[in-house]
């Protein structure tokens, strides 16, 4: 058997019932019970123990058992007297009831008494003749000898007193036997024993009722504790929500004062604004809103509401702003939004029964190579969702069957790479009311020159041009194409704009301040209409910014761009119309298509997301546009 080299005072079960068997042989106790020395009984008992697989000093074994004797004792006794729990007091009380039942009767104050202070040394003789101090080390419990090396033994200068086993009456008692000169001494002094620590004697009992009750109450304070925590927790929540009750209740009294104040007020342009320019939406100019630091100045959150209602009751005199403040939340960009989509419903022509036929609109989109049929397809096709009566396409050969086989509502030009195309698109621009470039059109040189030369055309004619894509990327190229035309608009994306921006700044752009940098851009570009679509879209024509936040959705699939840009060619044509039928005389036209297109496209893309989740496409946001255009422009 392999010996169990764990050293230490914990005892296993397994180990302490192999000792109490080694000890309760009937040699052993023979031995005990004789003159030999308890020190080499214990000695035999570790060689035992060592024999069986588990490593233990004489002085351990010697501990242990003395152990066990005391709460067999004390097991014993509340025998008696506490209803049957020994067992909870001594584990083996079987095993040792069984050994010293067969012993002499054993004092139990003696082991009761001499188990509160610890191992006392020296200060009484044990039952059995064990002494005080032995060959081995306490403080270790180590032996000092091998247990197979020969020891010799040396005799303490006391004589060794021999328990004498004296039978009185039907109880066996063991009486020690003294020496004579130590019995003479102390008869003669009658001096008395160093009184012993005593341990106080609990009925197991009363220390369990003693342990349930102090469990019971801290499980009591506990739940207390845990119900002061919840209510207060509540408390909390129904102030905050009174606090958002309080806060809402105040945002619809501010914003039901400036819907009674706007039509007196807002509806009548100030004398000094210049014209062109609209009160219901205008920004103040670069030189006005920039501190000395060249950044565009924003409102602080924090802006009384009652500071902004008294400049929307009383105006001032240079003309009236109406600023966005974001962190007023949803409620006052729809407040902005109303007002501006409500200029986009007065472009929007009625439906009668007296018009013909592309009166509304022609659209020409001027895009479509090999490698992209669809972008073209989207643009053409929104526009006569939005509206426009017909819808051409401009086109390179191999993409013009294709474009075709989408749908039969589309005018397909196959003449984009063609030696004649700039004829060929040209004799077609009078028939036009806006033009729609760069959905598809590539980056090859020869098809972005004939693009360049048809912008050049179509600024001849004063219609409105929009350029999106690989128009853009001519732009780059090439700013002076579409530079200072007053119906140009540009629709880039971040990575578009940042190149744009790039290309006439000569530095980078601060990414920190989009409102500024689109700002510059447009002003660059000769206060060209610039739509930075985004999170938010912002739309400037460099003398002020709006923002277009109508709800859209996290879904960003190709095409998006595509459908903005051929319902702001169609939006485009009605706001200049309008314009110079004397609607909105004072509004920038190119603006308002642009936030109405915006706001299009957001709502289609919202709509199609409740639809079909993450697997929206463009093909589903343009069956959206007929009940969006419906629901913004005509509700």
Not at 71 to 77: F, G, I, R, V
Not at 236 to 245: N, P, Q, S, T, V
Request: aromatic share 6%.
């Amino acid at each position: 058997m392999q010996a169990n080299t764990t050293r230490g005072f914990l005892w296993s079960d397994v180990e302490t019932r192999t000792l109490l068997d080694i000890w309760g042989e009937q040699d052993i106790q023979a031995a005990l019970d004789g003159n030999f020395r308890n020190s080499f009984v214990y000695r035999d008992v570790s060689r035992r123990l060592g024999t069986m697989g588990f490593e233990r000093t004489p002085e351990q074994c010697r501990v242990r058992v003395k152990s066990l004797k005391r709460q067999y004792l004390l097991a014993k006794e509340g025998n008696l007297r506490n209803n049957g729990q020994y067992h909870k007091i001594c584990k083996f009380y079987d095993v040792m009831e069984g050994i010293l039942s067969n012993r002499a009767a054993l004092d139990p104050r003696e082991f009761i008494d001499s188990g509160a202070g610890g191992e006392e040394a020296g200060d009484v003789l044990e039952e059995d003749g064990e002494e005080a101090q032995d060959g081995y080390s306490e403080s270790t419990g180590e032996c000092p000898y091998p247990a197979e090396t020969e020891v010799k033994l040396e005799y303490p200068a006391v004589p060794i007193p021999i328990p004498v086993k004296v039978t009185v009456g039907n109880n066996s008692t063991p009486v020690r036997a003294h020496n004579s000169s130590q019995s003479v001494s102390n008869l003669s002094t009658g001096t008395s024993k160093r009184p012993k620590k005593r341990r106080a004697n609990f009925p197991m009992e009363r220390l369990m009722e003693q342990f349930l009750e102090q469990s019971t109450q801290a499980e009591k304070n506990f739940y207390r504790m845990e119900e002061q925590r919840l209510q207060a927790e509540d408390r909390r929540r129904e102030a905050e929500h009174g606090k958002e009750l309080h806060m809402l209740q105040m945002l619809g009294q501010m914003f039901s004062s400036i819907s009674t104040a706007r039509p007196g007020r807002a509806a009548t342009p100030s004398k000094t604004s210049p014209p062109g320019h609209t009160t219901a939406f205008s920004g103040a100019s670069p030189s006005s809103t920039r501190g000395t630091s060249g950044h565009l100045r924003r409102p602080p959150p924090w802006t009384d509401c009652c500071t902004q209602q008294n400049q929307l009751v009383n105006p001032d005199p240079r003309g009236l702003v109406f600023e966005r403040y974001y962190s007023l939340g949803s409620t006052s960009h729809r407040v902005m939004d109303d007002d501006i989509l409500s200029l986009v419903k007065k472009t929007v022509p009625p439906l009668t029964s007296k018009k013909h036929k592309g009166q509304d609109g022609r659209i020409g989109v001027i895009g479509g190579c090999q490698d992209y049929t669809g972008a073209p397809y989207f643009a053409a096709i929104s526009a006569l969702k939005v509206g426009a009566d017909l819808s051409h396409v401009f086109c390179t050969k191999d993409a013009a069957t294709v474009i075709k086989s989408y749908s039969p509502e589309l005018i397909v030009h196959p003449v984009l790479d063609s030696p004649n195309a700039v004829e060929e698109i040209e004799k077609w621009l009078p028939r036009l009311h806006g033009l729609v470039v760069g959905p598809g059109l590539g980056r090859e040189d020869a098809i972005l020159k004939t693009a360049k030369e048809a912008i050049e055309k179509s600024k001849a004619r004063d219609i409105p041009i929009v350029i999106d894509a690989d128009g853009l990327w001519l732009v780059t190229q090439q700013p002076s194409v579409i530079q200072g035309y007053p119906k140009g608009i540009l629709t880039p994306n971040l990575m578009e704009f940042t190149r744009l921006y790039e290309a006439l700044h000569h530095e980078p752009m601060d990414i920190r301040d989009h409102q500024r940098s689109v700002m510059q851009l447009s002003v660059a570009m000769g206060n060209l209409t610039v739509v930075l679509k985004g999170e938010r879209d912002l739309i400037t024509d460099g003398s002020k910014v709006i923002s277009c936040s109508v709800e859209g959705s996290g879904r960003r699939c190709g095409g998006q761009g595509d459908l903005l840009s051929g319902s702001l060619g169609v939006l485009a044509h009605w706001a200049h119309a309008a314009s110079a039928a004397g609607i909105s005389r004072s509004v920038n036209p190119s603006m308002v298509a642009a936030f109405g297109a915006c706001s299009l496209t957001r709502h289609c893309n919202s709509q199609a997301f409740q639809r079909h989740g993450r697997s929206t496409t463009t093909a589903d946001m343009i069956q959206e546009i007929g009940s969006a255009f419906k629901e913004l422009f005509e509700s």
